[in-house]
Structure formats: structure tokens, C-alpha cells
């Protein structure tokens, strides 16, 4: 013991193993108290239907408009959003407001701002445009601002006197950052990719609108076919979403959107929404003077906050949490597949592309379609939300693995795993999964919408039974925990030690990259 | 210090972004505006397949008759479609019940113009997975009690509201909550009657008409599934029409858009639909329903 102390006289406070065991613990208790029944009877039958049909896609009957509109919905809602967000990441360090701003704006799922948007803008371009918009400029902001503030300012302190704003701004620290912010804005267009496929679920015109009709319908040729088009649109993203293209993307985008059937009448809606829809019901044109109005607000409000908020917040921690330790576990397992000292030369491009594959998959239709074969349980939502993190999370390790140095005698195969590489990349881990664990739960949340009883699955009852208002608390709900959970997680990780730790999927690695 | 320098930049790239905005919302905004040709959207109740069968086939009837371009615009789930009518994005909707009670309660000036022969008197099949042991049988089956149970969509009146409303009749004071050892909403009525078939849900509560037309079509497992109850009957499904329309399609389009659909003979047009024509209604119609609704809290 003395031995450790004077190895590492600051060992952090949790330490790694502790905090491993208490994410554990709330895990296993989580996992004892939800609901993991199996209800189908034949999942086997229907998965091997499943798999038939991306062995015989059924590629002509893939839409190409609707490849047009979603790759047009990412590049210009991503595009809007990263533009915002970069002006935002101008006074983001120095203003709470900003920060308070953009915490709340990317606390909200994009598929809750989209429900939120089309009761305005109808099933229309500007719903898919800003409902990836606004999330994104909230995300975008924060991680451009650690971006810039992370920078060296050399080249700022030796500017002459009298150096405009934009000069100083263009000239000396632009440079410094652009290719980071380069990167990660390429990188966010691919995300933006899967919110707009998820948006489709909902009825915008993407190819997500497709595939739910042929998951729901068991056309399992035609999915195939749409899922594996998807694949290959993300997979050669490094190919034709270049810099230099982007231009073109943009123009080009603009003129694929899709033209709304009908118009729905924005200014009456807009004026009714703010006006009236999500003003609570006991104040709709009440005196606010009137004590009475206040008592039957909360009235209005108890009810609301007992029967649904608490246990849909409940349910939404502990699909989070089960998820999270099992995204752990799942990454811990895969790593190995895209370490060349693991998997070998010809093992690490195969677990790429199956990484890569998994990672695209978005997990709001990995849940619908374990939904599908499994019945309606937490199960299916543990699944997905694991299963996609955990290539995510895997992924990223695996690049790690081999960044490390190790010495020319190092052992092999699971001692080496076990007694040294994942040893030394535990701090990354922990890193990675504390960062993922607010992304894990806003999934959570709206993973409701399929079943399961998280605060997603209230939200859709407030927005069927027309009761904005309601939706409205649910929502806010839903971003107050996720603002929570975000603030607990950078607490944990300062504590740890590992807050300096790279935790954006983007960010080039060192020269050994190779990205 | 890099405060003050940062500031006029601000503005300039703030204007810009601004310009950047409008020039998108913009376009995306005239696209919308090229032509308003008449749009009207259904409730998503059964097979997709199906539902574009039929609402091709009323658009292109109702653009020979009316004179107006006619579109119709599919949507994923029931809400999606009140949201549309509401918002003004449709002019005409064919609702169930209770969707229609609440667009006509959300867009001031709405009426029902027409119903389906059938549906003054529809009813709800419960069906039941042959597992269950559950049989047919005239008096309400008290018997799915603790049982797992599937309504259809949250505001479908065959598929949740209709159904809940028997359930706490035949349990008076229980919630179905409280009833079954599991409620799930299956979203539409074909999905239903896959999962009871499937043995995913021991129970279920279904539209009469789509059950007859996925029989039709060699869909239902009789070996796997059956009906157990019919439900008496209550008015559901009606075409419903804003209330701006004469002053944009002019004067009396409203009594010719629910004459044209009065006349509909066609049985192309009609079978799909599980209906054997079309007749005039009145909200009034619906008000059973409104009760209902507000006895199971679905409506305040």
C-alpha cells in the first residue's frame, strides 16, 4: 500500500475501481427492478426473415429523392447549426447565458424539437431543416468554444497594436483551429445523417420515412436495401463530403429540398402554439393576480409531476444506466477487434467496417426493430442504446490501443489485454463513458416513444392527447435531467483526473493516428 | 482586450448568419407556396400499402370532380394527422372519431361532412391469441383480466378509446392499467392483430373493418388467433372539412366536396376502404364520443 502512495501520492478520490463499482451496483439494481420479458414467441423466425432480406435487398426500390432529401436535411440543418455555433462559441467562455442557451438547446432530442416544430411548420422542410438545427448549434457551440479555448494564444500576443477583430480572429487564431474545427464539423454531419434518417420515423421525407413503413410491414428486402444504402452513404462520407465540396453540397441541397405538399399557415400557427397550445391549461386567459389561478396550477401540476414525470424519470435513469454499464462491457469486449496488435493486419480492417457498421446504425431503429422481434420490454431498448455505444466507444478505444507504446517483451493475447493495454487505457474508458452517459439517456428518454416507460413514452401521450402543455413540462423535464446528469458527469471526471482526457469522437489522435 | 476587437465581427457575421437563415427558411417556404392545390391526409390506421391504395385513388376522383389539384399527404401516426389539419397543412381529413372530435375542437370552423355507411354502427373485435384459451362469447369476457392486452394507436376510437371505455364498465372503478398485467398501443390495427397472433400480446382490441379486409387478404392465422367479443356499436370514422375553404376554393366548395363524396359508387374506390358508400353527417353525430372521452380522461 505504502508502495502505491508513493507511486501516485494524488490518486484520485473515487478512484477508477470505486467508481466502476458503483456504476455497477446501480446497474445490477436497475437491471433487477425493470421489466426484460420476452413476449414474442418467434424472434428467431423473424430475425432470419430480417437477415434474408439484406442478403436479397431489394435495391430498386430504394426512393432516390428520399437519398436526396436526407443527405439535403443533414447538410443544411448540420450547416445552419455549425453556423450559429460557431458566433455562439465566440461569447460561449465568458457569457452564462450563451452556455445556459446551448446546454438547453442540445439537452433537447432533435425528434422532441421536431415534435415540437411541425405543430408550427407542419411535415416541411424548415421542421427537418431546424429541428437538426437547433440541437446541433447547441453541441456545436460548446465544443468549439473548448476548441478555440484549448488553443495556444502565441500568436495572439504578438499582434501590433491596433489589430481589427476580425484580423486578430482570422489571422491569428483561425488558423490555429481551423483544421480541429474542420474535423469535427465533418465529423457532426455524419451524426447529422442519422438524426435526419431518425426523422423520417416521424413522417418528414428521408429515408427514415421508408424504412419505417418496411420495418413495420415486414418488407425486410426493401430495408435491407435502404439500411445497407444508408451504410455506403456513410461510409464514403470521407469521399464526397470534403471542404471542397461543400459548397456544391450546400447549393445542391437547397435545391433537392423537398416541396411541401400544402401550406400550412405559419403566422396563426406560430401566434396559436406560443399562445395558447403550451400556455398550462389553468392559465389560458386567467388573471394572474388571482391567487386561485396559482392554486389551480398546481392543481394542474402535481398530478403531472407524481404520476408522470417521476416515474418516467425513474424509468429513464435506469434504462440509462443498465445501458450505460452494458455499453461498457460490450466496449470493453469489442476493442480488440480494430487493434492491429489484437486482431492482426487482416482482423482490424474487418472489425472497422463492422464497428463502423454498427456505430451507423442509429439506435432509435435498432430499438424499433428488437421492438419487432423482442415485444415490448426494456430489453430492446438496452440492446440498441448498448450495441450502438458500444461500437462507438469501442471504436475509439481500439485506435487508443494502438497508440500505446509497449515494451518489446510485452505479453500476448489475454495477458496482455488483462494485464496491461486495458489497464492503461482505463482512464480513457471511464472518460468515454462519462461522456457518453448524457448522450445514453437523452436516447433513453426518447426511446420511450416506442414503448417503454421512459419520458418518451409520456411525451407521446401528451402530444396524441393534444396537450402541448403537458408535452411542454415532460420535455422540460427531460432537459433538466439531462443538464444534471451533464454537470454530475464533468464533476466525476475532474475528480478522476480524466476531464483533460480527449472525449470527442472527432478529434484527430496523435500522429499515429492515421485518420 | 480580445473582447472589444471581437465585437464588430460579431455583428458582421450575425448579419450574415441572418441572411444565411432567411435565404433557407425562405426557399424552403416558396416551395410551399408554388401551388395550393387541395391536400388531405387519413389517419394511419392500418397497412401503408392499403392507405395509398385508396387515398390515390379518392384524389384523383375528387380532382376530376372538384376541378382543384388534389394531394394527398401521407403521416406516421394519428397525432401527425390532427397536427396537419390544425396547422392548415390539409383541408380535408378522413379521422376516426375521436381525432376528428379533437381537430374539429382545435380548428374553430371545422365540420364532418360525410361518413361511411358503417360507421353510424361500428364496432371493436377484441381478439385473443387460441393460447389464451379465451373463446367467443356474447357477454363481455371477464376472463382477460391479468392478462397482457394491446389497444391500437393512443386516440383511435375503435382501437383505444371505444375498447377502454367497455373495459372500465365491465371493471368499474379499474384503469386498463390496473386490469391487464400489461398495456401496450400498437400504433394501427394491422400491427394489432400481428401481435396477438404472434402471442407478443394475449389480447387485443381491433377495428371490425380492417380485421375483415387482413381476413380478405389471407393475413389472420385463424389457427392462431380469433375474435372473442364484439363491442355494441358506436358512430366513428367521418371526413372532416376546415372551415376556410369556401373563402379559398370558393363559395359552396364545401357542399361539393361532400356531395362529390356522397356520389362515390366506384367500389375500387370504396373497397379499400371496407365501406359500401359514403353519407352526409353532422358533428353532432360525434357527441357520444366527447362524453366518452372525458369519462377516461383522454379529453379534459
Given at each position: 500500500m505504502s508502495g502505491l502512495g508513493r507511486l501516485?501520492?494524488?490518486?484520485?478520490?473515487?478512484?477508477y475501481a470505486a467508481i466502476s463499482r458503483w456504476f455497477a451496483a446501480v446497474a445490477l439494481a436497475a437491471l433487477l427492478a425493470a421489466d426484460l420479458h420476452v413476449s414474442s414467441l418467434q424472434p428467431w423466425a423473424e430475425l432470419r426473415r430480417l437477415l434474408a432480406g439484406f442478403v436479397q435487398a431489394d435495391f430498386p426500390s430504394v426512393e432516390a429523392l428520399s437519398v436526396a432529401h436526407t443527405v439535403a436535411f443533414a447538410v443544411l440543418g448540420v450547416g445552419l447549426g455549425a453556423g450559429s455555433a460557431f458566433l455562439l462559441a465566440i461569447p460561449f467562455a465568458r457569457s452564462r447565458t450563451v452556455r445556459g442557451l446551448c446546454a438547453f438547446l442540445r439537452s433537447v432530442h432533435e425528434l422532441f424539437w421536431a415534435l415540437l416544430l411541425i405543430q408550427v411548420f407542419g411535415l416541411s422542410a424548415t421542421t427537418g431543416i431546424l429541428a437538426i438545427a437547433l440541437p446541433y448549434a447547441g453541441i456545436c457551440a460548446k465544443v468549439y468554444s473548448e476548441i478555440i479555448e484549448e488553443n495556444d494564444l502565441a500568436a495572439l500576443r504578438v499582434l501590433p497594436p491596433g489589430t481589427g477583430g476580425a484580423s486578430a480572429f482570422f489571422y491569428a487564431r483561425l488558423p490555429d483551429v481551423a483544421d480541429k474545427l474542420r474535423h469535427y464539423t465533418l465529423y457532426r454531419l455524419e451524426c447529422g445523417l442519422r438524426s435526419t434518417l431518425v426523422l423520417g420515423f416521424i413522417g418528414l421525407p428521408t429515408m427514415g420515412f421508408h424504412l419505417e413503413s418496411a420495418f413495420r410491414q415486414g418488407r425486410y428486402g426493401e430495408a435491407g436495401a435502404l439500411l445497407l444504402v444508408f451504410y455506403v452513404l456513410i461510409g464514403t462520407r470521407r469521399l464526397w463530403l470534403r471542404p471542397l465540396t461543400l459548397p456544391f453540397l450546400a447549393v445542391a441541397s437547397l435545391m433537392a429540398l423537398p416541396a411541401t405538399i400544402g401550406s400550412p399557415a405559419i403566422g396563426a400557427s406560430l401566434a396559436r402554439f406560443l399562445g395558447h397550445d403550451i400556455v398550462p391549461v389553468p392559465l389560458?386567459?386567467?388573471?394572474?393576480?388571482?391567487p386561485d389561478t396559482w392554486l389551480r396550477l398546481w392543481t394542474w401540476l402535481r398530478p403531472i409531476l407524481t404520476e408522470q414525470v417521476g416515474p418516467g424519470v425513474l424509468q429513464t435513469l435506469m434504462l440509462a444506466q443498465i445501458a450505460l454499464v452494458a455499453t461498457a462491457l460490450g466496449a470493453l469486449a469489442l476493442f480488440p477487434l480494430v487493434s492491429r496488435r489484437f486482431a492482426g493486419r487482416i482482423g482490424q480492417p474487418l472489425g472497422r467496417i463492422l464497428l463502423v457498421t454498427v456505430r451507423s446504425t442509429p439506435e432509435y431503429m435498432l430499438a424499433y426493430v428488437a421492438l419487432l422481434l423482442l415485444g415490448p420490454s426494456m430489453l430492446p431498448a438496452i440492446l440498441a442504446l448498448s450495441i450502438h455505444n458500444a461500437g462507438i466507444v469501442g471504436f475509439l478505444l481500439g485506435r487508443h490501443a494502438d497508440d500505446l507504446a509497449y515494451r518489446p517483451d510485452a505479453p500476448r493475447g489475454l495477458n496482455l489485454y488483462a494485464y496491461e493495454t486495458v489497464p492503461r487505457l482505463y482512464g480513457q474508458f471511464l472518460a468515454y463513458l462519462l461522456y457518453r452517459w448524457e448522450i445514453i439517456l437523452r436516447e433513453s428518454a426518447i426511446?420511450?416513444?416506442?414503448?417503454?416507460?421512459?419520458l418518451g413514452f409520456y411525451i407521446d401521450a401528451a402530444i396524441s392527447e393534444l396537450r402541448l402543455d403537458v408535452a411542454v413540462v415532460l420535455i422540460a423535464a427531460t432537459a433538466l435531467m439531462t443538464m444534471a446528469i451533464d454537470a454530475l458527469s464533468r464533476a466525476l471526471r475532474r475528480s478522476l483526473r480524466i476531464a483533460d482526457l480527449p472525449t470527442r469522437l472527432s478529434r484527430p489522435l496523435g500522429p499515429s493516428g492515421g485518420t | 482586450m480580445i473582447d472589444a476587437r471581437l465585437r464588430p465581427l460579431r455583428t458582421r457575421l450575425l448579419t450574415a448568419l441572418f441572411a444565411v437563415v432567411q435565404t433557407v427558411l425562405g426557399i424552403a417556404a416558396a416551395r410551399a407556396a408554388d401551388h395550393p392545390p387541395f391536400v388531405f391526409t387519413g389517419i394511419p390506421d392500418q397497412d401503408e400499402r392499403r392507405l395509398v391504395e385508396r387515398f390515390g385513388k379518392v384524389a384523383s376522383y375528387l380532382e376530376a370532380k372538384l376541378g382543384v389539384p388534389v394531394r394527398y399527404i401521407p403521416v406516421k401516426n394519428y397525432p401527425a394527422a390532427v397536427t396537419a389539419f390544425t396547422n392548415g397543412q390539409v383541408q380535408l381529413a378522413w379521422f376516426g372519431g375521436f381525432t376528428g372530435v379533437q381537430a374539429r375542437r382545435a380548428a374553430s370552423g371545422a365540420r364532418a361532412i360525410a361518413q361511411g355507411?358503417?360507421?353510424?354502427?361500428f364496432k371493436t373485435y377484441l381478439i385473443a391469441n387460441i393460447r389464451t384459451g379465451l373463446v367467443s362469447s356474447?357477454?363481455?369476457?371477464?376472463?382477460?383480466?391479468?392478462k397482457t392486452f394491446t389497444f391500437g394507436a393512443?386516440?383511435?376510437?375503435?382501437?383505444r378509446l371505444m375498447p377502454e371505455h367497455f373495459i372500465r364498465q365491465a371493471f368499474p372503478g379499474q384503469t386498463p392499467d390496473q386490469v391487464f398485467s400489461r398495456v401496450g398501443y400498437s400504433g394501427d390495427h394491422s400491427r394489432t392483430i400481428q401481435l396477438v397472433q404472434s402471442g407478443a400480446f394475449d389480447v387485443g382490441a381491433v377495428d371490425y373493418t380492417v380485421w375483415d379486409l387482413e381476413t380478405k387478404a389471407g393475413k389472420v392465422d385463424a389457427s392462431a388467433v380469433s375474435v372473442i367479443w364484439e363491442s355494441p356499436t358506436y358512430p366513428d370514422y367521418q371526413w372532416t372539412v376546415r372551415g376556410d375553404v369556401d373563402t379559398v376554393y370558393g363559395a359552396g366548395f364545401t357542399e361539393r366536396l361532400t356531395a362529390a363524396l356522397v356520389a362515390i359508387e366506384d367500389p375500387a374506390i370504396l373497397e379499400p376502404f371496407g365501406r359500401s358508400k359514403f353519407v352526409p353527417v353532422t358533428d353532432a353525430a360525434y357527441d357520444p364520443l366527447i362524453a366518452v372521452a372525458k369519462s377516461t380522461g383522454l379529453l379534459d
Amino acid at each position: 500500500m505504502s508502495g502505491l502512495g508513493r507511486l501516485s501520492p494524488h490518486a484520485p478520490f473515487p478512484g477508477y475501481a470505486a467508481i466502476s463499482r458503483w456504476f455497477a451496483a446501480v446497474a445490477l439494481a436497475a437491471l433487477l427492478a425493470a421489466d426484460l420479458h420476452v413476449s414474442s414467441l418467434q424472434p428467431w423466425a423473424e430475425l432470419r426473415r430480417l437477415l434474408a432480406g439484406f442478403v436479397q435487398a431489394d435495391f430498386p426500390s430504394v426512393e432516390a429523392l428520399s437519398v436526396a432529401h436526407t443527405v439535403a436535411f443533414a447538410v443544411l440543418g448540420v450547416g445552419l447549426g455549425a453556423g450559429s455555433a460557431f458566433l455562439l462559441a465566440i461569447p460561449f467562455a465568458r457569457s452564462r447565458t450563451v452556455r445556459g442557451l446551448c446546454a438547453f438547446l442540445r439537452s433537447v432530442h432533435e425528434l422532441f424539437w421536431a415534435l415540437l416544430l411541425i405543430q408550427v411548420f407542419g411535415l416541411s422542410a424548415t421542421t427537418g431543416i431546424l429541428a437538426i438545427a437547433l440541437p446541433y448549434a447547441g453541441i456545436c457551440a460548446k465544443v468549439y468554444s473548448e476548441i478555440i479555448e484549448e488553443n495556444d494564444l502565441a500568436a495572439l500576443r504578438v499582434l501590433p497594436p491596433g489589430t481589427g477583430g476580425a484580423s486578430a480572429f482570422f489571422y491569428a487564431r483561425l488558423p490555429d483551429v481551423a483544421d480541429k474545427l474542420r474535423h469535427y464539423t465533418l465529423y457532426r454531419l455524419e451524426c447529422g445523417l442519422r438524426s435526419t434518417l431518425v426523422l423520417g420515423f416521424i413522417g418528414l421525407p428521408t429515408m427514415g420515412f421508408h424504412l419505417e413503413s418496411a420495418f413495420r410491414q415486414g418488407r425486410y428486402g426493401e430495408a435491407g436495401a435502404l439500411l445497407l444504402v444508408f451504410y455506403v452513404l456513410i461510409g464514403t462520407r470521407r469521399l464526397w463530403l470534403r471542404p471542397l465540396t461543400l459548397p456544391f453540397l450546400a447549393v445542391a441541397s437547397l435545391m433537392a429540398l423537398p416541396a411541401t405538399i400544402g401550406s400550412p399557415a405559419i403566422g396563426a400557427s406560430l401566434a396559436r402554439f406560443l399562445g395558447h397550445d403550451i400556455v398550462p391549461v389553468p392559465l389560458r386567459g386567467a388573471a394572474f393576480s388571482d391567487p386561485d389561478t396559482w392554486l389551480r396550477l398546481w392543481t394542474w401540476l402535481r398530478p403531472i409531476l407524481t404520476e408522470q414525470v417521476g416515474p418516467g424519470v425513474l424509468q429513464t435513469l435506469m434504462l440509462a444506466q443498465i445501458a450505460l454499464v452494458a455499453t461498457a462491457l460490450g466496449a470493453l469486449a469489442l476493442f480488440p477487434l480494430v487493434s492491429r496488435r489484437f486482431a492482426g493486419r487482416i482482423g482490424q480492417p474487418l472489425g472497422r467496417i463492422l464497428l463502423v457498421t454498427v456505430r451507423s446504425t442509429p439506435e432509435y431503429m435498432l430499438a424499433y426493430v428488437a421492438l419487432l422481434l423482442l415485444g415490448p420490454s426494456m430489453l430492446p431498448a438496452i440492446l440498441a442504446l448498448s450495441i450502438h455505444n458500444a461500437g462507438i466507444v469501442g471504436f475509439l478505444l481500439g485506435r487508443h490501443a494502438d497508440d500505446l507504446a509497449y515494451r518489446p517483451d510485452a505479453p500476448r493475447g489475454l495477458n496482455l489485454y488483462a494485464y496491461e493495454t486495458v489497464p492503461r487505457l482505463y482512464g480513457q474508458f471511464l472518460a468515454y463513458l462519462l461522456y457518453r452517459w448524457e448522450i445514453i439517456l437523452r436516447e433513453s428518454a426518447i426511446l420511450g416513444m416506442l414503448g417503454v416507460a421512459t419520458l418518451g413514452f409520456y411525451i407521446d401521450a401528451a402530444i396524441s392527447e393534444l396537450r402541448l402543455d403537458v408535452a411542454v413540462v415532460l420535455i422540460a423535464a427531460t432537459a433538466l435531467m439531462t443538464m444534471a446528469i451533464d454537470a454530475l458527469s464533468r464533476a466525476l471526471r475532474r475528480s478522476l483526473r480524466i476531464a483533460d482526457l480527449p472525449t470527442r469522437l472527432s478529434r484527430p489522435l496523435g500522429p499515429s493516428g492515421g485518420t | 482586450m480580445i473582447d472589444a476587437r471581437l465585437r464588430p465581427l460579431r455583428t458582421r457575421l450575425l448579419t450574415a448568419l441572418f441572411a444565411v437563415v432567411q435565404t433557407v427558411l425562405g426557399i424552403a417556404a416558396a416551395r410551399a407556396a408554388d401551388h395550393p392545390p387541395f391536400v388531405f391526409t387519413g389517419i394511419p390506421d392500418q397497412d401503408e400499402r392499403r392507405l395509398v391504395e385508396r387515398f390515390g385513388k379518392v384524389a384523383s376522383y375528387l380532382e376530376a370532380k372538384l376541378g382543384v389539384p388534389v394531394r394527398y399527404i401521407p403521416v406516421k401516426n394519428y397525432p401527425a394527422a390532427v397536427t396537419a389539419f390544425t396547422n392548415g397543412q390539409v383541408q380535408l381529413a378522413w379521422f376516426g372519431g375521436f381525432t376528428g372530435v379533437q381537430a374539429r375542437r382545435a380548428a374553430s370552423g371545422a365540420r364532418a361532412i360525410a361518413q361511411g355507411a358503417e360507421d353510424a354502427t361500428f364496432k371493436t373485435y377484441l381478439i385473443a391469441n387460441i393460447r389464451t384459451g379465451l373463446v367467443s362469447s356474447k357477454e363481455f369476457p371477464k376472463a382477460i383480466a391479468g392478462k397482457t392486452f394491446t389497444f391500437g394507436a393512443r386516440t383511435s376510437t375503435s382501437g383505444r378509446l371505444m375498447p377502454e371505455h367497455f373495459i372500465r364498465q365491465a371493471f368499474p372503478g379499474q384503469t386498463p392499467d390496473q386490469v391487464f398485467s400489461r398495456v401496450g398501443y400498437s400504433g394501427d390495427h394491422s400491427r394489432t392483430i400481428q401481435l396477438v397472433q404472434s402471442g407478443a400480446f394475449d389480447v387485443g382490441a381491433v377495428d371490425y373493418t380492417v380485421w375483415d379486409l387482413e381476413t380478405k387478404a389471407g393475413k389472420v392465422d385463424a389457427s392462431a388467433v380469433s375474435v372473442i367479443w364484439e363491442s355494441p356499436t358506436y358512430p366513428d370514422y367521418q371526413w372532416t372539412v376546415r372551415g376556410d375553404v369556401d373563402t379559398v376554393y370558393g363559395a359552396g366548395f364545401t357542399e361539393r366536396l361532400t356531395a362529390a363524396l356522397v356520389a362515390i359508387e366506384d367500389p375500387a374506390i370504396l373497397e379499400p376502404f371496407g365501406r359500401s358508400k359514403f353519407v352526409p353527417v353532422t358533428d353532432a353525430a360525434y357527441d357520444p364520443l366527447i362524453a366518452v372521452a372525458k369519462s377516461t380522461g383522454l379529453l379534459d
